[in-house]
């Protein structure tokens, strides 16, 4: 009999706080297209491939340093500590009036990102000491970035009907402060003293190399570098076609990505396991 790891009350949780956060982030992203092209109009994709290019940077760079790190945080406060800078940053996004200060507070806030989910990640296994039940905790950890792909569109082309995107930005500053706070709450164990030995470069490294050592790894990086493409031009084109070529409303950039989110849902569900 398999036990849901959602019985485990400091997963439960911490999921909780993952999802939170996941769907605020899903609504900055859409506030983040309207705003390019409020600023730039119909160069608003050229600006929005370039910020995540800029936030590509931030988790390519700073995400192996963090990981390697990981076990040397006090990864409550840590984690705490991200989740209210993150707020914070997402809260000047309405005040940007130039395309580089978009480019600064994108790469800001996914600098912080970076260093949030490798850290939570690694905690889990602390939680959910239980292999099937740990197998399970990832496999509802990896869904939930894919719900955001479709809860956060429908939940923002609600929101426009009542708010502009200035008020989706307040609303994943919000989550992210709900996120810290049900962190928080969460009892969780202490590190497990590390044997990972050597240099701090090492250390660092260690998760890298470990990752491209193993070639099922090699190719899981060749198909999300392919999938992430297509999602990039979705991504950075939608708000210009929706807004500019067809003259629709903020609303409908949404629930286009709503579509597209939808459609991938579908399609994973749809595949023979």
């Known amino acids: 009999m398999h036990v849901s790891p959602l019985t485990i009350p400091s997963f439960r949780r911490l999921f909780a706080a993952q999802v939170i956060a996941l769907v605020g982030t899903g609504l900055s992203t859409i506030a983040l297209t309207l705003l390019a092209f409020d600023l730039v109009g119909g160069n608003a994709a050229s600006v929005l491939g ?16 963090v990981g390697g790190l990981a076990h040397r945080f006090a990864r ?65 950890s990896r869904l939930a970035y894919d719900l955001e792909n479709l809860l956060s569109p429908l939940v923002a082309g609600l929101a426009l009907l009542f708010v502009t995107y200035s008020g989706l930005f307040a609303a994943n500053a919000v989550a992210f402060v709900l ?64 807004r500019e070529t067809l003259g629709r409303t903020e609303s409908d950039v949404a629930i286009a990505l709503g579509a597209a989110g939808t459609g991938s849902m579908l399609v994973a569900l749809l595949l023979p396991r």
Do not use: C, H
Request: charge should be positive.
């Open 50 to 65: 370039t910020a995540l290019a800029f936030k590509m940077v931030a988790y390519v760079v700073f995400a192996p340093i």
């Open 76 to 140: 409550k406060r840590f984690l705490v500590a991200m989740d209210l800078v993150r707020a914070a940053t997402v809260l000047l996004f309405p005040l940007a009036t130039q395309v580089w200060q978009i480019y600064l507070l994108i790469f800001l806030l996914n600098l912080f990102s970076a260093g949030f989910k490798p850290v939570f990640t690694a905690t889990i296994p602390d939680i959910v000491t239980d292999e099937r039940q740990y197998t399970r905790a990832l496999s509802m």
């Open 179 to 242: 996120s810290a706070l049900l962190i928080l709450m969460t009892r969780l164990p202490l590190s497990v003293p590390s044997d990972r030995l050597g240099t701090l470069r090492q250390q660092i490294n260690f998760g890298l190399l470990a990752y491209l050592k193993t070639p099922r790894l090699r190719g899981l990086l060749a198909l999300y570098v392919s999938v992430s493409s297509a999602s990039a031009m979705v991504i950075v084109n939608t708000v210009v076609y929706v």
